[in-house]
């Protein structure tokens, strides 16, 4: 196989999942219990044998350099293996952060030079899937091509969201020559959407990132808005089309369903073929004991791991590391972030609690008939979701509405009402 | 504490439980879903800060080795901290495998000597326990004992499986009796021990001294400083199948005071192949699971009361599993009914298949090892659909399901591989 490095791009921020990305990139977000969102791209590369890897980061990287650690976890060290977080630099300009992806990958020219790969990968750190890389890379070399982009099939009504190709497929062959490109078009000319997987010729990714300048984007320079179409005419430009399994998460209730899928005794999500592996360090995940499900315990339908502690009743959720549900609480529909405590006779719906909430006794939080959007956040948060952020700790017997955002780190002693309506957003 | 070198006694063949250790050392055994009884005694060193650790192995090391590995898991590894594998080595003599614990440290003079102990801590690894060893070996300093034994007090009908000693008003152990038939104290060694390496060494010249309970420490309590430290708390062998399961039990039973996770126990979730990142454990619809432990990639569509299961364990649609260990990767198809199970790893009952461990006729071929109402299946082992296993029956590892003859085993039978005529 060729010599080949990757980038994870794994720095975006995303103001819609709000109080759960306050302290964490989107590619940090715990994800089915044991892992984070990049154990998936990482994974795929370990499986398909590409042990360097640059991480390109630059928002609240603390929970991600905690994470990724010394690259053990999957296979990254060694003499010729390396997993290396690339954070902006101060250079010679005012400011160097990383305006965009292609402008963060520019800056990291001198890790491909020192690396020296025959072809570059970037892929971004934020998705939810199984692939084999190998199948792309093998395509992209039988075709000859400079640059190879991952799409896959989306419905009609969603392809607007993504970067769109139209793809003229090869008969018996996983893609074709992409003969257009348009990021988020309002009228998409196909139903391929990218999966921001992009294989470049090692020449051809130096070659492109000469023409950066970034002081004429005053937005950022993004390979997807800025990029990517003007090289269909010049380059040999294919499309690979996947067909597995792609989530993308980008709302709290797309993040929400995709754990809900994961409950689904056909869930196309599944963690143990796809052998996702992660940092067990992180989050003293190996240090917890099994789950223990207590006498009065009524599980059904729920994922667990390892050091929850279940003596109440919990459908359709989802539990992470050290999760404690007292005697007598219910929660339901919900996910619970790493040693969340919802203590004895309190009720928890449709609720994503960030780390170490605890829920007093007799509380109820989220659910509820009457339902009105979130007045701060009224685009994504109309779902009757309730969102808790880390470390807040809710009073016993308080009622809190569906569709509501509750900051981090709010004492017991910060809520004076005993009643927070749907909608409300406490900072 | 770096002037203290421990041992670490793991070469326990622990034959009373049977198939369990068919091919692994009794410190290997597996215990509580993701432990081995190992982890108990070197998590409890870690977490007293001790560093370095030679571990002595005799019996079936192979998953011992593979287990400890670097010592990583235990934070063994740096400049000044690390854990050795121990094998009895070939001498002068035509035999030298270990023939006592005594013995076994006479073999490692050079690690005992090699980093200059103040002291050795000599500790087994097949028990189930929380303990600092600092207090003990402060205690030991400062009163300035040749050998300082952990002792606890039993019932004293249970006296009779210890080393049991008598003390003075100060503390001193001045009398001692290996496993009595008729107790004088209750007070039961632990076989947890503290020497001053001088005294250690000049014990271990006399060639008689094989074993530190039957011949070192009788001898030393007569005329030397042999000092009591008295431990309180969970403490437990698990050397028979019926303690092994009583134990389990314990697990499930918040008011034991056993718990792993609060007591610091590590394992090593990266040891061959049983990777620590497997998947959550799923619970699908309309199951029941009560007063359980389940480690992370069990899938659970039928009923699981007072039961552990390891990870990657099976439980299929309509099939109870009731008051059973099920270790790594087992099966259970749907609608099969165990009750009273111990299963090693990778077996795999077929559906609607009945076991029953309950009853009390004994084992007939081993009535001292299995008369408590309990059924053992082998690694690996393949139990045909349909079938009906009564208690006490013992089915051996990698048993196919063709060597079983007919749909129903009897109380108290064991099952072997056929015998294939020609």
Redesign the interface.
Do not use: F, M
């Given at each position: 196989m060729a010599d080949i490095l990757a980038f994870i791009l794994a720095g975006g921020r995303v103001d819609e999942l709000s109080v759960l990305t306050f302290n964490r990139p989107k590619s940090a977000m715990p994800f089915?219990?044991?892992y984070r969102v990049i154990d998936f791209a990482l994974s795929n590369l370990m499986h398909a044998g590409i042990n360097r890897v640059g991480i390109l980061s630059q928002y609240r990287s603390a929970s991600l350099i905690t994470h990724i650690g010394n690259g053990a976890?999957w296979d990254m060290t060694g003499r010729h293996r390396r997993v290396a977080l690339l954070p902006p630099s101060t250079g010679q300009m005012e400011s160097d952060w990383y305006k965009g992806t292609a402008d963060a990958v520019a800056h990291n020219q001198e890790f491909i030079w020192e690396q020296g790969p025959d072809l570059v990968l970037v892929i971004s750190g934020d998705h939810i899937y199984r692939m084999d890389y190998r199948e792309l890379i093998t395509f992209h070399q039988e075709q000859k091509a400079d640059i190879t982009i991952g799409f896959i099939k989306v419905p009609r009504p969603e392809a607007h969201r993504f970067g769109v190709g139209v793809i003229e497929k090869i008969r018996g062959l996983p893609g074709g020559r992409l003969k257009a490109y348009q990021e988020k078009p309002d009228q998409p000319p196909s139903q391929w959407a990218s999966l921001t997987i992009y294989l470049f010729r090692t020449s051809v990714l130096l070659e492109i990132l000469k023409t950066i300048h970034p002081r004429t984007h005053s937005e950022g320079i993004e390979f997807g808005r800025d990029i990517l179409a003007r090289l269909v005419p010049h380059y040999r430009v294919f499309g690979y089309t996947f067909e597995g399994y792609w989530g993308y998460t980008r709302t709290l209730d797309e993040y929400w369903q995709t754990h809900m899928e994961?409950?689904n005794?056909k869930s196309r999500i599944n963690?143990?073929q796809w052998e996702?592996?992660?940092n067990?360090n992180h989050e003293r995940?190996?240090?917890?004991?099994?789950?223990?499900?207590?006498?009065?315990?009524i599980?059904?339908?729920?994922?667990?791991?390892?050091?929850c502690i279940v003596e109440g009743t919990v459908k359709r959720s989802?539990l992470f590391p050290g999760v404690i549900v007292e005697e007598g609480a219910l929660v339901e529909d919900s996910i619970l972030f790493f040693d969340t405590v919802v203590e004895s006779g309190a009720t928890v719906k449709k609720v994503i609690s960030d780390k170490l909430v605890r829920i007093g006794e007799k509380a109820r939080v989220g659910g509820g008939e009457v339902q009105s959007p979130n007045e701060s956040f009224p685009d994504p948060l109309t779902s009757g979701l309730t969102v808790i952020g880390r470390n807040t700790h809710l009073p016993p017997t308080i009622r809190v509405g569906a569709n509501c955002i509750l900051y981090p780190f709010l004492d017991e002693d910060f809520f004076r009402e005993s009643d927070i309506p749907s909608g409300a957003t406490i900072s | 504490m770096s002037r203290t070198v421990v041992m670490l006694l793991a070469g326990g063949v622990g034959s009373r439980l049977n198939v369990l250790v068919e091919a692994r050392a009794k410190p290997a055994v597996p215990f509580?879903?993701?432990y081995r009884l190992i982890d108990f005694t070197l998590s409890n060193i870690m977490n007293s800060g001790l560093e370095r650790v030679g571990i002595l192995t005799q019996y079936k090391p192979l998953s011992l080795m593979s287990h400890i590995g670097s010592g990583e898991?235990w934070d063994f590894e740096g400049r000044t901290r690390g854990i050795k594998i121990l094998p009895p080595h070939t001498g002068k003599k035509d035999s030298d495998w270990y023939k006592g614990t005594a013995d076994a440290l006479r073999q490692h003079l050079d690690y005992l000597t090699r980093y200059d102990p103040e002291q050795i801590l000599v500790l087994s690894g097949d028990h189930i326990y929380f303990m600092d060893y600092t207090p003990m070996i402060n205690l030991h300093r400062a009163q300035k004992a040749d050998l300082t034994v952990a002792m606890m007090e039993v019932p004293i009908q249970e006296a009779v499986h210890f080393g049991t000693g008598i003390v003075n008003g100060q503390g001193w152990i001045v009398d001692w009796e290996e496993k009595p038939k008729k107790p004088r104290s209750n007070l039961a060694s632990l076989g947890i021990y503290v020497f001053r390496t001088d005294y250690l060494l000049d014990a271990l010249r006399v060639p008689q001294t094989l074993d530190f309970g039957k011949d070192l420490i009788p001898s030393a309590v007569k005329k030397d400083r042999v000092l009591l430290y008295p431990f309180t708390g969970y403490w437990r062998d698990v050397g028979t199948l019926a303690f092994y399961f009583e134990a389990h039990q314990d697990l499930?039973n918040?008011a034991s005071g056993l718990?792993?996770?609060a007591w610091?126990?590590?394992?090593n979730?990266e040891e061959e192949g049983l990777?620590?990142?497997?998947?959550?454990?799923?619970?699908?619809?309309?199951?029941k699971?009560?007063?359980?432990?389940?480690?992370?990639?069990t899938i659970i569509e039928g009923q699981v009361i007072g039961s552990?299961?390891?990870p990657g364990v099976r439980v299929g649609q309509g099939a109870r599993v009731l008051n059973s260990i099920l270790m790594h990767d087992c099966q259970v198809e749907a609608g099969a009914f165990l009750n009273r199970v111990i299963m090693d790893k990778k077996g795999r009952v077929g559906r609607k298949a009945y076991l029953n461990g309950q009853t009390t006729i004994p084992n007939r071929e081993f009535p001292e090892q299995l008369h408590e109402g309990l059924l053992v299946i082998g690694k690996g082992a393949q139990v045909p659909p349909g079938i009906r296993i009564q208690g006490n029956s013992i089915v051996y590892p990698w048993i196919k399901e063709d060597d079983f003859s007919g749909d129903e085993v009897a109380e108290g039978m064991t099952i072997r591989p056929r015998t294939v005529t020609p």
């Open positions: 089915a219990g044991n976890s994961l409950l005794t963690l143990k996702i592996r992660t067990l995940i190996r240090e917890r004991q099994p789950a223990y499900v207590g006498p009065k315990a599980l059904d339908q729920v994922l667990l791991t390892h050091g989802v | 509580g879903g993701i898991a499930l918040p718990n792993p996770e610091g126990i590590q394992s979730p990777r620590g990142d497997r998947s959550p454990v799923i619970v699908h619809k309309n199951p699971v009560n007063r359980s432990i389940l480690s992370n990639d552990i299961l390891s």
